[in-house]
């Protein structure tokens, strides 16, 4: 029964690289992978593995060859002391599957990073938009060179579009100040050609009045000059 019990365990191979063995409740090899260790001392197991087999309870340890070993207690019977199942395998194969899971990881965190960091880019592109079309306003106002028909969007009701809509509103109250101020250039313009008009005609008339007045002086000297002469002769 043992001999068929050895083989039976030889031939499970639950992972890659493992062995099996069972060992009896005083600490002797019933099944080993090695058949020069059937029924011998299981030397090679801690004193604390041993007390936990003849205990029934499970344990675990890892020798100098970076073996995993698990030994896992069996009832054969309930009137026979509990032996126990040692599963033996690479502890780099048992961390095998949490290296490619970390590096699977390391991977998605990278690549979720990089997504974020260019929607991140476009999000703050999206949101300076504003602040940059508010900076090329006020540097065209300060530059004397704005146009002022042009106005900033002001979508929603964060800040930025609150501060859109207040430019706006200052820009069109500059704007209609100025025209304010044309439209009354424009009237001055025209009092000061009404004006130059009027002082043309007067300095006109008062050239006339005053050529009519050397006209009537000659001709009052003249007559002096008639009365003069009848009086003498």
């Given at each position: 029964?043992?001999?068929?019990?050895?083989?039976?365990?030889?031939?499970?191979?639950?992972?890659?690289?493992?062995?099996?063995?069972?060992?009896?409740?005083?600490?002797?090899?019933?099944?080993?992978?090695?058949?020069?260790?059937?029924?011998?001392?299981?030397?090679?197991?801690?004193?604390?593995?041993?007390?936990?087999?003849?205990?029934?309870?499970?344990?675990?340890?890892?020798?100098?060859?970076?073996?995993?070993?698990?030994?896992?207690?069996?009832?054969?019977?309930?009137?026979?002391?509990?032996?126990?199942?040692?599963?033996?395998?690479?502890?780099?194969?048992?961390?095998?599957s949490a290296r490619a899971l970390m590096w699977t990881t390391l991977l998605t965190a990278l690549a979720c990073a990089a997504v974020t960091g260019m929607v991140l880019v476009v999000v703050v592109h999206r949101l300076l938009a504003p602040l940059r079309s508010l900076r090329g306003a006020m540097m065209g106002l300060a530059s004397g060179e704005a146009d002022l028909s042009v106005k900033l969007q002001a979508r929603g009701h964060d800040e930025l579009a609150d501060?859109?809509?207040?430019?706006?509103?200052?820009?069109?109250?500059?704007?209609?100040?100025?025209?304010?101020?044309?439209?009354?250039?424009?009237?001055?313009?025209?009092?000061?050609?009404?004006?130059?008009?009027?002082?043309?005609?007067?300095?006109?008339?008062?050239?006339?009045?005053?050529?009519?007045?050397?006209?009537?002086?000659?001709?009052?000297?003249?007559?002096?000059?008639?009365?003069?002469?009848?009086?003498?002769?």
């Amino acid at each position: 029964t043992l001999d068929r019990l050895g083989q039976l365990l030889a031939s499970v191979n639950p992972m890659r690289d493992g062995q099996m063995a069972l060992l009896s409740n005083g600490g002797l090899y019933a099944s080993h992978p090695d058949a020069a260790r059937l029924q011998k001392r299981a030397d090679d197991v801690p004193a604390e593995g041993l007390a936990a087999v003849k205990a029934g309870r499970p344990w675990h340890y890892e020798d100098n060859q970076g073996m995993v070993h698990l030994l896992q207690p069996v009832v054969i019977h309930p009137d026979i002391a509990p032996w126990a199942v040692r599963l033996s395998f690479p502890k780099a194969h048992a961390t095998e599957s949490a290296r490619a899971l970390m590096w699977t990881t390391l991977l998605t965190a990278l690549a979720c990073a990089a997504v974020t960091g260019m929607v991140l880019v476009v999000v703050v592109h999206r949101l300076l938009a504003p602040l940059r079309s508010l900076r090329g306003a006020m540097m065209g106002l300060a530059s004397g060179e704005a146009d002022l028909s042009v106005k900033l969007q002001a979508r929603g009701h964060d800040e930025l579009a609150d501060i859109a809509r207040g430019f706006n509103g200052f820009v069109a109250k500059v704007n209609g100040s100025l025209w304010q101020i044309r439209e009354a250039a424009g009237s001055v313009q025209v009092a000061s050609g009404e004006i130059a008009s009027g002082n043309l005609d007067l300095s006109s008339r008062t050239e006339h009045a005053a050529s009519s007045l050397q006209q009537t002086a000659s001709s009052m000297e003249q007559l002096a000059d008639t009365v003069r002469h009848t009086a003498d002769t």
